[in-house]
């Protein structure tokens, strides 16, 4: 197996080496993406750092992102797009029924949320349900945790049932020795602007490598300092993948993230007396009594509730089947409605 020094800091392991050992053309090297633009793209080589030209937005090779394996030929060009072995993806911000890749082969994903003004929890959620959807482990941080006054660390460990939440604070230093104890792989970094991300991969990574800016006073809301998703080797091994602030956290295709993240809904909906049970006042419903007992809340059920049916809409328009059959239940409900009205009216 060739052992590929220079790209070992970039994630280059024996397990990815054998992976990938037999789709590497004899004419190419192995490389990572470290940063994309338009045509071009930085990656790590076996020879080191360089410059690659990316295929045509129209060729088999496309839609490549930061952490992604390829193969790249004698002429600097990208060859092949190895198979990702996890991606985490959103609806495209174009609206159009397309997923857009924000991190490829991605093992740790820290969902950032500033604990110096008002933690949602509805978008914690819908950013554990991405990760949870990509294969990889999600770790919630409450950043800024010097600056907070109160921090809802037993709210937050409530609605993310098998993450680890921790408090950080990349100015003083809390919570980062546990935080790195914890990091594996590659890890990806996601949230909002002005949710601390940069600083946090600062100090992660040990020097200045990310520009950082203030947040606004009046609503603790910061710019995209972070304008490209860019991979850097973690000094104590590993790699660190910043990405720009997230305004909208569009699902694609997550029905397995949402049961991940939502597993206390999951399990008490499998304790209900009919398994079609919609939890909003049915007999026997085990959600609805766990909320009269205080152990759910109403707005988690609504925030699952919510994306839910987000993702099934998402899946519907990408979904010829799912689509067509629900033009086919409108076309139903539209002839009941109108023999409805013809029976009413013939009745006067």
């Not at 060009?77 to 609806?91: F, G, Q, W």
């Amino acid at each position: 197996m060739v052992v590929h020094d220079l790209l070992v800091p970039y994630g280059w392991t024996e397990a990815v080496a054998a992976q990938y050992a037999s789709m590497i053309e004899e004419d190419c090297v192995p490389a990572r993406v470290i940063r994309m633009d338009r045509s071009e793209c930085d990656v790590a080589t076996p020879d080191g750092l360089a410059r690659a030209r990316c295929p045509r937005p129209d060729s088999e090779v496309s839609g490549l992102c930061t952490g992604d394996w390829v193969t790249v030929d004698a002429t600097s060009a990208v060859r092949r797009l190895l198979p990702r072995r996890s991606a985490i993806m959103r609806s495209s911000v174009s609206g159009r029924s397309q997923g857009q890749v924000l991190a490829a082969n991605v093992d740790t994903v820290l969902i950032c949320a500033a604990a110096d003004g008002d933690v949602d929890l509805g978008r914690i959620e819908r950013m554990l349900a991405l990760a949870w959807e990509s294969n990889a482990q999600p770790i919630v941080l409450l950043t800024k945790a010097d600056a907070a006054d109160d921090l809802p660390l037993a709210q937050v460990r409530a609605v993310a049932p098998g993450a680890a939440v921790l408090e950080v604070s990349a100015n003083t230093g809390l919570g980062l020795d546990v935080l790195t104890a914890l990091l594996d792989g590659t890890v990806a970094l996601l949230g909002p602007s002005g949710a601390g991300k940069s600083t946090l991969a600062n100090a992660l990574l040990g020097a200045e490598v990310f520009a950082t800016t203030a947040v606004r006073d009046t609503d603790k809301k910061g710019r995209h300092t972070t304008v490209h998703r860019e991979l850097r080797p973690l000094p104590g091994g590993g790699t660190l993948i910043d990405t720009p602030g997230l305004r909208g956290v569009g699902l694609w295709d997550a029905a397995e993230g949402i049961e991940k993240t939502f597993s206390d809904i999951e399990t008490l909906a499998a304790q209900c007396r009919f398994g079609d049970c919609a939890h909003h006042g049915e007999p026997g419903c085990a959600v609805r009594e766990a909320i009269d007992n205080g152990e759910l809340t109403q707005r988690r059920l609504d925030s699952y509730d919510k994306l839910a049916r987000e993702n099934e809409w998402m899946r519907a328009r990408t979904d010829k089947r799912l689509q067509a059959e629900r033009e086919r239940a409108w076309r139903d409900i539209s002839k009941q409605h109108r023999k409805m009205f013809r029976e009413r009216n013939s009745r006067r």
